[in-house]
C-alpha cells in the first residue's frame, strides 16, 4: 500500500524528471520563452521527444495520465517562475499539453479499458456550449467571526458548507464568498466519428468532451480535431433504485484543427512516388477521366467536368480582401434511368471528404447549421449541417429538385459566399462551408423537353441554377450503335467480366490519394498564353451581344468559371502553370455546357439569361411588348379589366401569334405583372 510519504516522494521524482526533460531540450526551453513573452498557460510537448527522452514517463503517461499531466504542470510553473516570478504570481494555472499520440483511436472503438488512459481521437465538431465557470475551490465565511474556510471541489455535485463555523461553533453561519473562491472556464464539445469513416447502415457515434481554461472556445462546430484527453466516468448518472450503468466524457488536454490541413489522408513517401509517376504519364488527364465512375457507359464531358470539380480550382483573396471561391459547382439535370446516382454515389466514395444527402431527406438545418436546445440545461447551442461538415471537400445532394423551397433557400449562400450565417433563438454566426457542391435534378415534366428552357424543365429558382457553374442535360434519346454499346457494357459487367478500356484505369486507392496531392500541393499560376485564351473568348462571346437586338451570352461570372475550370485541369496533370491547352479544354467544357443548357430555343442563339434570368431575351421583349399593349387597352377602356380576345387581336397586328401571347400571358401570370379579375379578362397589377 502506498503511503502519502512516498506519493509524494513519487509526484516529486516525476517533476524533478519533466523538469530535467523541458529544460535539456533547446525547442522547449525557446517554447517557455515565448510562454513568458506572449503570456500564455500552457506547454505542448510531442509525445514523440518525451519517448526518446524518456520511455518510463512516456508509458507512464499513457497509463497515469492525470499524474504526469499534475507532475508536468508544476515542472512548467517552476520554469516559469524561476524566469519570471511576476507572471507566475499573476497567473493561477499552467498546464503541461501533449499531442501527437502514436495512435488514434476511432470513437467507435472507445471501451472500458480506454478508462482512465490518454487517448487521442478525431472527429468532426457537431456541437458547443457558450463557456461556463467551473468552480475549482470553494472559500466559505463565517458570517459571525469571519473566520474563512477552503474546501477544494470535488468531481461530483456541490460541495455543502460546514454546518458549524469551525471556530466560533456559529450555526449555518458560514457564507460563500465568490471572490475569495476560484473559477475556471468550461465548455462542452459533442465530437462525432467522420463522415467517411461511417461504415454503412450505422449512425455516427459521438462523445461528450470538456474543455478547460484556455482550451476554451479554440474551436467550433464543424472543424475537425483530435484530442487527446482522459476518459473519466459521469458519476451524476449514478441513482438509488437505478442500475449502475454510467456514461463516459473525456477531459480534454489538447486539441488541435485540422482545418489547416486539407485533408487528412496519408500519403506515404511510396504513395508519393506512384502519384509523380502517374502525374508524368503523357495520357494522365484521359486516364483520370476514365477511372471516374468506369462502370458506367460513356459520359465523358460529363466524367471530365467530375474530375474537375473533384481537383478544384485555387480560391483568391483579392487587395482589397475580397474572397473568390476556388471550388466548382455541377448540376447534373437528366431522365430516369441515366445513371445519375451512381456518378453522384462515386464521388462520395473517391473525394477526399465528402458528405452525401438527398433533397427529400433533408431540411435548411441539416443543410446549413441548426440550433439545438440541450437537454439537460435547456440551453442553446449550435448543430453543424452537411455543408459545414463537407467543409474543404465536396457536398453531394441528390434529387436536389425534391427538397421544400424554403429549404432550398438554405443552399443559396454555401454555393457563391461559401459560408453558412445563422441567427436564431439570440445565436448569430457564420461557419465556413467551402465546398463543391454536386447536385442532381429530375425534370419536372418526368422527361427533358428540348423545346422548353432549363429554368421551365427543372422546379428550382434561377437563382439556384444561376450559381452552378455547369449545368448537364443528360438525355435518353434512342440511338442504334449507342443503345447497343451500353447493353454490352453492362452485360459484360453483369457477367462478372472486365470491359474493354478498364485496363488504363488508375485504381480508386490511389486516384483518391492523387486528388487529395493535388488539392494540397498545386496551385496553377495563369501563364499570359492561358489568359490570352481566356479573354478572347469572353471578348468574342460578348461581341455577338453587341447587335440591338442579340441576348446576352456571357457574364463575367461565367468568366470566373472558366478560370476555374482552367486551373483543374491544369491541376489533373500536377502542373504549377495553366497553361492555353487547359484554356482550351475549359472553353470546350464550357460551350458544351452553353449549347445545351443556354441556347434559347425560338432563336437558336446563346442566352445566358435563360440560366441568369430564367426567360430568354426573346421571350423578355415578348412579354414586355404583352404589358405595353395590355396598359394602352387598359387606358382606352378606362382601366377597366382586358378582354384576352382584344388583347389577341392587338398581338396578332404586332406580329405575335395567339400561342406566344398564351404563353407570355402564362408567364406575367406566373409573375405576378398582371392578374385575371373574372375568367376572359386580364388587368395589370399597379405598384
Known sequence: MTTPETAEVSLDSLIQGLRGFIESSDKYVDEINNMIIQRKRSLVIDFHDLLISSKDLADMLLERPQLIIQAGSE?????????????????????????????????RRLRSEVLGKLIMVEGIITRQT???????????????????????????????????????????????VEERSEFIDWQKIIVQEKPEELPPGQLPRSIEAILLDDL???????????????????????KKG???????????????????????IEITPEDEKRILELSKMPDVRERIIKSIAPSIYGMEDIKEAIACLLFGGVPKVYPDGIRVRGDIHILLVGDPGMAKTQLLRFVTKIAPRAVYTTGKGSSAAGLTAAVVREKDTGEFYLE???LVLADTGVAV???????????????????EQQTVSIAKAGIVATLNARCSVLAAANPAFGRYLPNRTVAENVDLPVTLLSRFDLIFIIRDEPNLDRDKAIAEHITTLHAGEVP??????????????????ARKHVKPVLTPEARERIVQFYVQMRAKSREPDSPIAITARQLEALIRLSEAEAKMRLSPVVEAEDADRAIRLFMKYLSSVG?????????????????????????????????????????????????????????????????AINMLLKSGDIYMPKPGYVKRVLI
Open 242 to 264: 437505478r442500475p449502475p450503468v454510467v456514461s463516459s466524457f473525456m477531459e480534454v488536454n489538447y486539441v488541435e484543427s485540422q482545418q489547416r490541413e486539407l485533408v487528412e
Open 500 to 517: 474493354e478500356g478498364f485496363a488504363d484505369i488508375v485504381p480508386p486507392d490511389l486516384l483518391r490519394k492523387y486528388i487529395a496531392y
Open 130 to 176: 457558450p463557456p461556463k465557470h467551473y468552480l475549482r475551490k470553494s472559500v466559505f465565511r463565517c458570517s459571525q467571526c469571519g473566520y474563512e474556510v477552503e474546501i477544494p471541489q470535488p468531481t461530483t455535485g456541490f460541495v455543502q458548507p460546514p454546518k458549524r463555523c469551525p471556530k466560533c461553533g456559529a450555526l449555518n453561519s458560514m457564507v460563500f
Open 384 to 386: 453543424a449541417g452537411a
Open 216 to 238: 476554451v472556445d479554440t474551436v467550433k462546430p464543424g472543424d475537425r480535431v483530435y484530442l487527446v484527453g482522459i476518459m473519466n466516468l459521469d458519476l451524476s448518472d449514478l
Open 599 to 663: 441556347i434559347d430555343v425560338e432563336s437558336g442563339k446563346i442566352d445566358i439569361d435563360i440560366i441568369m434570368t430564367g426567360k430568354p431575351k426573346s421571350a423578355q421583349e415578348r412579354m414586355a411588348l404583352i404589358m405595353n399593349l395590355l396598359a394602352q387597352l387598359e387606358e382606352s377602356s378606362g382601366g377597366k379589366p382586358v378582354k384576352i380576345e382584344d388583347l389577341y387581336k392587338e398581338a396578332e397586328a404586332a406580329g405575335l401569334d395567339r400561342q406566344a401571347v398564351d404563353k
Open 397 to 415: 445532394i441528390d434529387e436536389i429538385d425534391k427538397m421544400d423551397a424554403k429549404d432550398r433557400v438554405a443552399i443559396h449562400e454555401a454555393l
Open 75 to 107: 515542472a512548467v510553473r517552476q520554469a516559469i517562475t524561476e524566469r519570471d516570478p511576476e507572471l507566475a504570481k499573476s497567473v493561477r494555472n499552467f498546464y503541461m499539453r501533449f499531442r501527437r499520440l502514436p495512435e488514434s483511436l476511432p470513437i
